[in-house]
């Protein structure tokens, strides 16, 4: 698997956008990018994922850039709620295999 | 859609005993689930991947004869921990993977395991 690199924390007002980064510059032309949250004592949920164009759906989006080989997830307008460890993982979408965890972004929303 | 359901959701047992935690996909079969495992303020880290009717194939380092791991429908998967002992204590988390196309790997919402 492509190996991906975030920064170990971030924090965001209430209300602001934000803006989670992943660098993964070895990715492969068929890994996608997925973005899963764990909030405390939960179990991941999925939040989006995408091959190279842009995508977006009801919770997020995310830009991943020409060359592939960094993406941003944006919560357009951060609560409370999605204060969160974020995790980046770059997989063949098609794969049997499992999602591998590394340490994520621990996003901490404050009002 | 593609909703996985965990349980129990937290378990406390005594040393020596064995713990049962089922992992069930309710509205789509998965082939393949996976087990994880995270202590405290760490990432989740793959246990085994159970396949539907096999064997499961189990991470370097985890004692298959302790995680037994058992996948007998295409619905079901269950983790026994067993001859548990404190450094047991974990959270436990279990995940399939979807055929629908806007799904990915959906999760369980983990069990919480203290072995006294």
């Known amino acids: 698997d492509a190996k991906t690199t975030q920064p170990p924390s971030m924090d965001c007002a209430e209300g602001r956008a934000a803006n989670l980064p992943c660098n993964h510059s070895?990715?492969?032309?068929?890994?996608?990018v997925y973005w899963y949250r764990q909030i405390h004592s939960q179990g991941p949920q999925y939040i989006i994922h995408?091959?190279?164009n842009n995508e977006t759906n009801e919770m997020a989006s995310l830009i991943i850039t020409e060359d592939r080989k960094s993406s941003t997830l944006i919560l357009p307008h951060a609560t409370l709620r999605d204060t969160a460890v974020y995790y980046c993982?770059?997989?063949?979408?098609?794969?049997?295999?499992?999602?591998?965890f590394g340490k994520g972004t621990s996003l901490l929303v404050t009002p | 859609g593609a909703v996985v359901s965990q349980h129990p959701s937290r378990v406390i047992c005594k040393s020596g005993t064995s713990v049962k935690i089922e992992c069930r996909s309710l509205?789509?079969?998965?082939?393949?689930m996976f087990w994880y495992r995270q202590f405290p303020k760490k990432s989740l880290m793959l246990m085994a991947t159970?396949?539907?009717?096999?064997?499961?194939?189990?991470e370097q380092g985890v004692e298959k004869d302790k995680f037994l791991i058992n996948h007998a429908s295409l619905t079901l998967s269950t983790l026994t921990v067993t001859s548990a002992h404190p450094e047991d204590s974990s959270f436990y988390i279990c995940?399939?993977?979807?055929?629908?196309?806007?799904?990915?790997?959906?999760f369980g919402s983990g069990t919480r395991l203290t072995v006294v």
């Open positions: 995940s399939a993977k979807s055929d629908r196309a806007n799904y990915g790997y959906t």
């Open positions: 070895t990715i492969s032309g068929n890994e996608y």
């Open positions: 995408g091959l190279k």
């Open positions: 993982i770059v997989r063949p979408g098609h794969s049997g295999y499992a999602l591998n």
């Open positions: 509205d789509f079969q998965a082939t393949t």
């Open positions: 159970s396949n539907e009717g096999s064997k499961a194939t189990y």
